[in-house]
C-alpha cells in the first residue's frame, strides 16, 4: 500500500491548484487525477469526496516506485483533524502551505463559493457582515456543504492555521509559498520546492495559467444537477463509473457549458480598506511565526492576478 509522501494542505485561492498542475508533471512525481479528495478532512465531511481508506489509497497502486506520491487537498490547513490523521497514516510526511494576502484571498474565495453553490448571497460585503449569524447557525445558504467556510474571516487568517501545524510538525518538513512570489517569479519557486522535496530540477520553464475565475451560465441548472446527484446517493459512483467506461461523461459536459471566464468586480475602496484592517493583526502576527516580512501583502490587494 503506498501512503503519499508529501501533501498540498491549501489554502485555497492560493495558488494551489496550479503548483499541483506543475508537479503532477514532475518525473519523480506520482498524484492521483482526482484533485482534493479531502479524504483526511474528517471534520469537513460534506467535502470528502473519498471516504474509504481502500479507495483512498487504490489512487496510488500504480505509482512507480521510485516515484514520490502526493495530494493536493486545499482545506486540510483549516482543517482541525487532517494533518493529524495523516501523521497516523505517515509520521514522516512533509507539508507544503500556499498563502495569498487576506484581501485578495477573501474575495476570490467568496466568488468560488458562488461557483460551487455553497454561497447564495450575490454582494460580498453583504456576506462578510453575516458572519456573526452565520456563526450562530443563520443565514446559512440551503445548499452550503460546509458553513465553516463562510466564516471568511477565520478561513483567511493564516496564523492560528499555520501555527497548528507547526504544533505537530518538525518546521523542516514544512514549506510555506507566498502566492505573491510564486506568481512573479514562478521558476525559482517551482525549483525551491522541488530542492524540499529533495528531488532533482527537471529543467521546466513552461508554467501556463492555471484555474482562472469563472462563474455559472445558470445556477439553477448546477443546482438541478447536484441534487440529481443527492438523489442517486451510493448509486451515483457505479452509473458514474459504468458512464465513464464507454467514454460518455454527461455531468463533465454539462459542467463545462455552464461554465464561463469571469471578470470580478473590483472591491469598493473603502471596503478594500476595511478587510485590510481586519486582517492586520492576523497578517503580522503570522509575520511573526515564519520570521519574514510579508510586505508585499501591504496596501490592499487586487493587483494582476485572478485566481
Not at 483549516?78 to 510526511?93: E, F, H, K, T
Not at 458562488?114 to 440551503?142: C, I, M, Y
Request: proline share 7%.
Amino acid at each position: 500500500m503506498r501512503i503519499p509522501d508529501f501533501f498540498i494542505l491549501g489554502a485555497p485561492k492560493c495558488g494551489t491548484t496550479a503548483l499541483h498542475a506543475y508537479l503532477k508533471e514532475h518525473p519523480g512525481i506520482f498524484m492521483p487525477e482526482l484533485k482534493e479528495p479531502h479524504y483526511y478532512a474528517t471534520d469537513f465531511p460534506d467535502y470528502r469526496r473519498i471516504r474509504l481508506a481502500e479507495d483512498y489509497f487504490a489512487m496510488f497502486e500504480n505509482a512507480p516506485a521510485e516515484a514520490l506520491c502526493a495530494e493536493a487537498s486545499v482545506w486540510y490547513l483549516l482543517s482541525q483533524d487532517a494533518v493529524g490523521n495523516i501523521l497516523r497514516d505517515n509520521p514522516r510526511a512533509k507539508f507544503i502551505v500556499m498563502l495569498r494576502n487576506p484581501v485578495d484571498m477573501v474575495y476570490a474565495l467568496y466568488w468560488q463559493k458562488r461557483h460551487s453553490l455553497d454561497e447564495d448571497v450575490d454582494d460580498f460585503e453583504t456576506a462578510w457582515n453575516l458572519q456573526d449569524e452565520r456563526a450562530r447557525g443563520k443565514s446559512l445558504p440551503h445548499h452550503c456543504r460546509e458553513p465553516r467556510h463562510l466564516l471568511y474571516r477565520a478561513a483567511c487568517s493564516f496564523t492560528p492555521q499555520l501555527q497548528r501545524l507547526y504544533d505537530q510538525v518538525p518546521r523542516e518538513r514544512v514549506w510555506v509559498i507566498v502566492f505573491e512570489e510564486f506568481v512573479r517569479q514562478t521558476a525559482k519557486a517551482y525549483a525551491d520546492t522541488l530542492q524540499f522535496l529533495d528531488l532533482p530540477n527537471d529543467g521546466r520553464t513552461d508554467f501556463p495559467t492555471v484555474n482562472a475565475s469563472h462563474a455559472r451560465r445558470s445556477r439553477a441548472l448546477a443546482l438541478g444537477v447536484r441534487h440529481a446527484v443527492q438523489m442517486m446517493g451510493s448509486a451515483y459512483g457505479s452509473v458514474k463509473r459504468t458512464a465513464n467506461a464507454i467514454g460518455w461523461n454527461p455531468g463533465r459536459t454539462l459542467e463545462r457549458w455552464n461554465d464561463r471566464p469571469q471578470q470580478r468586480r473590483p472591491l469598493d475602496p473603502r471596503f478594500q480598506a476595511q478587510l485590510a484592517e481586519a486582517f492586520r493583526p492576523d497578517v503580522e502576527q503570522l509575520e511573526k511565526l515564519l520570521g519574514r516580512s510579508l510586505e508585499v501583502w501591504r496596501g490592499g490587494g487586487q493587483r494582476k492576478v485572478d485566481a
